[in-house]
Every structure is written in C-alpha cells, then in structure tokens.
C-alpha cells in the first residue's frame, strides 16, 4: 500500500473518530440497559430468568451484525450504522416502555432491538482494518475496540444516578438506565452522519463470495471462529450472573456499576497493546495469551466468589482482558482473509454466546456463581483442541 497523502490522512482521520465514538456510545448503552434488564428479571420473574435480558441483547447484536454487513455491501457503512443505530435507540426506548409497565416480554423486545445497533457497532473495527495496511491492521481494529473504555468508565457509574433520576421522575428506578441508553444511541446515529458517503474501505474482494460452510473447513477460519465463540460464552456467562451474585450479598447499584467498571476497563482499555501484540507475534499467539487469562479469571472467581473488594472485580478484569486478547487476534486473522464472512462470523459468536446468557441463569440457580465460573473456564479451553492441532 503507497503512502496516504495529506487529504487521505485526514479523512482517515475523520472516519476513526466516528467510527470511535460511534461504538463507544453503544458500549454505554448496552452497558446500563443489560445491567437493568437482568436486575428486573432477578427481582421479577426470578432468578432462572436472570439471563434472558442478556440473551436477548446478544440475539439482537447477532442479527445486527449480518443485518449490517449485508447493508454495507448494498449501501454502504454510512448508511449501515445510521440504519443500525437508529433503531437501536427504538429499541431501548421500547425496553424503557417495558421497564415502566412492568411488562416482561416488552423489555426482551426493546433489549432485542437495541442489540441491532451493537450488532452495526461490532463491525466498525473491520472498516478501521480496511484503512490501513495489513502491518497495521490490528492497531486499527484495536483502537476502535479501545472505544469501549469510554463505556467502561462511563456506562456502568451512570447506573445508580440514572435510576434516582428515574425515582425523582416518578419512574421505577431502572427504567432510568434504558432511557440513557436510548439517549446515547440515537447520539450514535447522528455521529455516524459525519461519516462521509463514500467510505474508503470497498474493494473488490469484499464482495466475493465464499460458502460459510466451505470456509469453516479451512483452520484460517476454525480456528478464530471457535476462539472467539468460546470467550464470548466465558464472559457472557461470567458477567451477566456477577450483577445477581453481588445483590444476593447485599451490595447496591453503586458496587454493582464500579464492579462492572473494572471488568469493562479490561474489556477494552488496554485494546492497543493486544493490537501491537497481534501485528508483532501474530493473531494465534494473541489467542492463546486470552484463553489463559480467560482461565486465570475462572480461578480468581470460584477461590473468592463473595468477595466485593478482590475477588469478583479481579475476576471480571482478567475476564475482560482475555476476551480482549482473543477477541482482538481473532480479528486480525480474519480481517485479512474471508471479509465477506466478516459478519457472519460475528453472528454466530453472538448466537452462541446467547445461550451463554440463557444458560447462565439456570446454572446461577442450581449451583450459584462457582458452578457459572466452572463452566466459563472449561469452555474458555476448549479451542486449544483445535488451535493445537498440527
């Protein structure tokens, strides 16, 4: 690739930091609006549904995802993400509709739609990837990763004041996380209109096709597909049941949000050193370094699974980190390779990782947060079966 000149630089430049706080707005959203659905669902229906609200964000950012990759080849990104995110913010407030009624199946509905916009969102680290050469590539995607870190600092802390906002309003207190959310997304979709109307990421090879199945034979494909399916699962299961774990103990929306906190900082925060990791040794060896991180997590939480100060943030930091690593070098391995599968692929991480969601709850039930971290750590191994293989 020839050196960018000064023009392409600054439009470069200019999509990054759309593309930036695009995501970092759907990492806030999704953040407070997930947080509230599994604390409605623990206080009513109970807590064998608790991880059906998460279960339904992650469906919806599923559907997003192949929703928008099939928007970006007939429209384009800039229409995908406004598209995207747009009803995003539909949906959460449909979920704050639901929050305020009491009415169940309204909030899975809202959360569902809301997941749409993540699902756009998810994909905006492979038009950063399109920017740059590949010596470069994983840097890129992992900058837009690192947007996180703004949800991470600001999505969980916004809890427990948007709810006494929603209490002082005369609404019930959780309704006021989701009606953030659909603030912060709607804010999203009208960034997404600074985007320019011919982004600099088509090319030809974008649009060949390749079978999903015929490309799941290949290892270039297996590989990070099943990594990335597997540490989702680990952090979706992990993560949806800490929020009940730590109210069963006693601890308010103040500890769950910084708690939260700490694992979202792992999640994203420290993004650019996976980027550097992945551009200098490799997607693979980035993998292996987040499936055991992943493992670290299981062992921290099932040795102190009560403890608010030590052992669930560590746990959720470690937790965040390794999905980070395998979710980063998972991403420069097919940024590359396959960029037509770019969005099925993530469709079905997210899938999979939904039954995370729903199975976590029944788990939480049946053998409290212990047995939930058992799961999530053997599961975090199971790719090293095949990434091992010669």
């Known amino acids: 690739m020839t050196a960018p000149t000064s023009h392409q630089r600054v439009s470069r430049r200019r999509v990054m930091a759309a593309l930036f706080t695009g995501v970092a707005c759907m990492n806030i959203a999704m953040a407070g609006a997930s947080t509230a659905g599994v604390l409605i669902a623990t206080e009513s229906p109970g807590p064998g549904w608790s991880g059906v609200p998460s279960a339904a964000g992650v469906l919806g950012t599923a559907a997003g995802a192949l ?67 590949d010596e470069h590539k994983g840097r890129a995607l992992s900058a837009i990763v690192w947007a996180g870190t703004v949800g991470a600092l600001a999505g969980p802390p916004l809890i427990a004041p948007a709810a006494h906002t929603a ?21 999203a979709a009208v960034v997404s209109a600074a985007l320019p109307r011919s982004m600099p990421d088509t090319r030809p090879e ?22 990335m399916v597997a540490a989702q699962v680990a952090m979706v299961a992990m993560m949806t049941m800490s929020a009940p774990q730590l109210h069963q103990h006693g601890h308010g929306l103040d500890v769950v949000g910084w708690i939260l906190t700490a694992h979202m900082i792992g999640m994203f925060a420290l993004a650019p050193i996976s980027g550097r990791i992945a551009d200098r040794w490799g997607g693979r060896a980035t993998i292996f370094a987040g499936i055991g991180t992943l493992a670290l997590a299981s ?12 052992g669930i943030p560590l746990s959720l930091f470690l937790l965040g980190y390794g999905w980070n690593l395998v979710f980063v070098g ?40 212990v047995l939930v971290a058992v799961v999530a750590g053997i599961a975090a191994l199971v790719p090293l079966a095949v990434l091992t293989r010669r």
């Open 167 to 187: 209490d002082l309003l005369g609404l019930p207190g959780l309704a006021g996380p989701l009606l953030v959310a659909a603030l912060v997304t709607a804010g």
């Open 330 to 369: 998972g991403s420069s391995l097919l940024s590359t390779q396959h960029r037509k599968l770019q969005g099925t692929v993530d469709a079905v991480v997210w899938s999979t990782s939904a039954l995370a969601g729903l199975a976590a709850g029944p788990l939480f039930a049946a053998g409290g947060y």
């Open 299 to 310: 062992a921290a939480a099932v040795a102190a699974p009560t403890s608010h100060t030590t």
């Open 206 to 227: 974008n649009r060949a096709h390749t079978g999903f199945a015929t490309a799941f034979a290949q290892r270039s494909v297996r590989g990070p597909l099943l990594a």
């Open 67 to 133: 929703g928008s990759a099939r928007l970006v080849v007939s429209r384009g990104r800039r229409r995908s993400l406004l598209t995207t995110y747009g009803i995003g913010a539909l949906g959460a407030l449909v979920a704050s509709a639901g929050a305020v009624t009491g009415l169940f199946p309204v909030l899975l509905a809202g959360l569902l739609v809301l997941g749409l916009g993540n699902g756009g969102a998810q994909l905006s680290r492979y038009a950063a990837a399109d920017l740059y050469d």
